[in-house]
């Protein structure tokens, strides 16, 4: 890659609907592309990813599982330096696609009375945060995590760059780039509206640490990813032990350098962005939380799917997306990091598991063909 100051030059010039944060903030929540389509489209889904990758996306990993058929597959390369192709078994950050993880945790929390979800913030942080953040004395738990607190986005933030690419090989947290969100306005007051947020999943998992006396990596760990089997997962940063991850690549407007992002990622580690992960442990989690018959029990599942409106007459809870599709539902969640796609869905009445890794995160192509590629598979299975 070229020296931080060129790539940090290349970001700051790049459009928000790059996604300038790299933990998918601008379109973690962002819905597949679904469509009422009627005419049956009869997929070859590995001719599809093989005709799929280019110069501008390396390479595609997929997933698409039912009770009836399974289809797993991956198509173009993991490196483009080595030229090693992709592999189905190959992880990569999966960026805001791992928010429901989050927000699950803390309903496994507060069912275990550890914390109150709509207890406000200053419950558990210190004033010389909250002096720090309008509003706190009235945001709550639950806000932070359904995108109603009206706090301030910190990856919109221009320092926060410089810290993501400044001495990659130092772990950070989310206390190191909190700073980037204080002493900035609020959107709206607490419950009045909703905007997504990154800002709130920093303070969560600061709670979350506050509470558990720890990094609330481990509880993750030994709550969610050890009870599930997610053998491939972990906490990206605090867990690099646990694994390595693919190459992500992005190229700028002008489209004449490809970035390597790998580097800048590999020690980032934000609740907001918390794991890497497989397609196979991305789908299993998505099944297992939707499913009747789960780990979890009736309460923990209605604070995480929770009752908020969404735009589009579905449902934001903590951390995950639940909206119709015409007699079917889908809980879903994306993620779109420095280098890295993610789309992670599971429709509950087909048993439908539909999950996608893209590495890379040139706009508009990589999102195009993540929505097209997603579009089709949709209509493929359901009309």
Same mark, same amino acid.
């Given at each position: 890659?070229?020296?931080?100051?060129?790539?940090?030059? %290349?970001?700051?010039?790049?459009?928000?609907?790059?996604?300038?944060?790299?933990?998918?903030?601008?379109?973690? +929540?962002?819905?597949?592309?679904?469509?009422?389509?009627? @005419?049956?489209? !009869?997929?070859?889904? =590995?001719?599809?990813?093989? $005709?799929?990758?280019?110069?501008?996306?390396?390479?595609?990993?997929?997933?698409?599982?039912?009770? @009836?058929?399974?289809?797993?597959?991956?198509?173009?390369?993991?490196?483009?330096?080595?030229?090693?192709?992709? =592999?189905?078994? #190959?992880?990569?950050?999966?960026?805001?696609?791992?928010?429901?993880? &989050?927000?699950?945790?803390?309903?496994?929390?507060?069912?275990?009375?550890?914390? /109150?979800?709509?207890?406000? &913030?200053?419950?558990?942080?210190?004033?010389?945060?909250?002096?720090?953040?309008?509003?706190?004395?009235?945001? !709550?738990?639950? =806000?932070?995590?359904?995108?109603?607190?009206?706090?301030?986005?910190?990856? *919109?933030?221009?320092?926060?760059?410089?810290?993501?690419?400044?001495?990659?090989?130092?772990?950070?947290?989310?206390?190191?780039?909190?700073?980037?969100?204080?002493?900035?306005?609020?959107?709206?007051?607490?419950?009045?509206?909703? %905007?997504?947020?990154? !800002?709130?999943?920093?303070?969560?998992?600061?709670?979350? /640490?506050?509470?558990?006396?720890?990094?609330?990596?481990?509880?993750?760990?030994?709550?969610?990813?050890?009870?599930?089997?997610?053998?491939?997962?972990?906490?990206?940063?605090?867990?690099?032990?646990?694994?390595?991850?693919?190459?992500?690549?992005?190229?700028? /407007? +002008?489209? +004449? !350098?490809?970035?390597?992002?790998?580097?800048?990622?590999?020690?980032?580690? *934000?609740?907001?962005?918390?794991?890497?992960?497989?397609?196979?442990?991305?789908?299993?989690?998505?099944?297992?939380?939707?499913?009747?018959?789960?780990?979890?029990?009736?309460?923990?599942?209605?604070?995480?799917?929770?009752?908020?409106?969404? #735009?589009?007459?579905?449902?934001?809870?903590?951390?995950?997306?639940? +909206?119709?599709?015409?007699?079917?539902?889908?809980?879903?969640?994306?993620?779109?990091?420095?280098?890295?796609?993610? =789309?992670? &869905?599971?429709?509950?009445?087909?048993?439908?598991?539909?999950?996608?890794?893209?590495?890379?995160?040139?706009?508009?192509?990589?999102?195009?063909?993540? /929505?097209?590629?997603?579009? %089709?598979?949709?209509?493929? $299975?359901?009309?």
């Amino acid at each position: 890659m070229t020296s931080n100051y060129n790539f940090k030059s %290349k970001l700051l010039c790049t459009s928000i609907a790059l996604l300038l944060t790299a933990c998918g903030g601008s379109s973690g +929540d962002k819905k597949p592309q679904i469509s009422e389509v009627q @005419e049956v489209i !009869t997929m070859d889904y =590995q001719q599809i990813i093989d $005709e799929t990758v280019s110069d501008t996306i390396p390479g595609i990993i997929l997933l698409v599982e039912s009770p @009836e058929k399974r289809f797993l597959g991956s198509a173009g390369v993991e490196n483009i330096a080595t030229q090693n192709p992709m =592999q189905i078994y #190959h992880t990569m950050p999966t960026a805001s696609a791992g928010k429901p993880m &989050i927000g699950l945790l803390a309903a496994m929390l507060a069912d275990d009375n550890l914390l /109150d979800l709509d207890d406000t &913030i200053d419950t558990w942080l210190s004033d010389d945060i909250l002096n720090q953040i309008p509003n706190s004395a009235a945001m !709550t738990l639950r =806000q932070l995590l359904n995108h109603t607190s009206g706090i301030y986005n910190y990856t *919109e933030n221009e320092g926060y760059l410089d810290l993501l690419i400044s001495d990659p090989d130092k772990v950070k947290t989310d206390i190191d780039f909190l700073v980037f969100a204080l002493n900035q306005p609020a959107h709206f007051k607490p419950g009045d509206s909703s %905007k997504y947020s990154n !800002t709130g999943y920093l303070l969560a998992g600061l709670i979350m /640490d506050q509470v558990l006396g720890m990094h609330h990596s481990i509880a993750l760990r030994e709550r969610i990813l050890v009870p599930l089997g997610m053998d491939a997962t972990y906490y990206i940063g605090i867990e690099k032990d646990q694994g390595d991850f693919i190459s992500g690549y992005h190229q700028f /407007d +002008d489209h +004449d !350098t490809t970035y390597e992002t790998k580097s800048y990622l590999e020690n980032i580690s *934000e609740a907001s962005s918390p794991v890497v992960s497989s397609v196979e442990d991305m789908a299993l989690f998505m099944k297992s939380v939707a499913a009747e018959q789960s780990f979890i029990n009736d309460s923990i599942r209605n604070d995480f799917v929770g009752t908020l409106p969404n #735009h589009s007459n579905g449902v934001y809870g903590l951390g995950i997306n639940v +909206d119709p599709i015409g007699d079917n539902t889908a809980y879903y969640h994306a993620g779109l990091d420095y280098g890295y796609h993610t =789309q992670n &869905i599971y429709i509950k009445e087909k048993g439908l598991s539909i999950t996608a890794f893209m590495n890379c995160s040139t706009a508009p192509v990589c999102e195009r063909t993540m /929505d097209s590629l997603i579009k %089709k598979v949709i209509a493929n $299975e359901l009309y």
